[in-house]
């Protein structure tokens, strides 16, 4: 176990030489700093590739979304959510080499980011996190971007579009259920 603030990453080894990560907890400046540990600490036990990341989180940071989004992918990971994975942690999940829902409960969540001077909702994209966003999403899944940001961009940041099953895949989002 690695412990952040907001939450936690847990290890675990299973007999087969697989290894699972779980992100338990909010995504925070915290838990970006501490995922190069987890990697590591992987490494050690002679994981073996691709690991999976397992995200249990409401969300958190988009900025730190990103960052772990793109650490995900650098890495090779596959991301699974069995439950609820909403706002930064829906960008984490979208990093992932492959992306998987699993069970009927899991679902990915999507709305606006909120813009950083006044805290509100960014209804027309136009802030840094916003641009940032709709950047990584060219990046990680560049032939389905435009369909994601236009539901971000259609919910409000007071809200959330819960994505479940055939339409997650339709759009994008996971590459599996």
């Given amino acids: 176990v690695v412990a952040y603030k907001g939450g936690r990453f847990v290890l675990r ?19 970006t700093s501490r995922f190069d540990d987890v990697i590591k600490k992987a490494a050690a036990m002679l994981c073996g590739k691709p690991l999976v990341l397992l995200l249990e989180s409401p969300g958190g940071l988009v900025f730190d979304g990103i960052v772990l989004g793109e650490q995900v992918r650098a890495q090779g ?10 706002s930064a942690c829906s960008l984490i999940f979208l990093g992932g080499v492959e992306r998987v829902l699993w069970g009927s409960r899991a679902a990915i969540g999507l709305h606006q980011p909120r813009t950083l001077s006044d805290n509100e909702c ?8 916003a641009h940032r966003m709709k950047e990584y999403l060219r990046e990680v899944v560049p032939a389905n971007a435009d ?16 994505i479940y099953g ?6 994008g989002i996971a590459t599996k259920v």
């Avoid at 080894?13 to 838990?31: E, I, K, M, N």
């Avoid at 990971?77 to 909403?86: D, G, K």
């Fill in 166 to 171: 055939r339409r997650a895949v339709e759009l």
């Fill in 147 to 162: 369909r994601i940001i236009e539901v971000v961009m259609n919910t409000s940041c007071e809200s959330i579009a819960w």
């Fill in 122 to 129: 960014d209804r027309f994209g136009t802030s840094l996190g």
């Fill in 13 to 31: 080894r299973a007999p087969t030489g697989d290894c699972v990560v779980a992100l338990q907890g909010s995504v925070t400046r915290d838990s």
């Fill in 77 to 86: 990971l596959r991301t699974v959510a069995r439950y609820r994975c909403a």
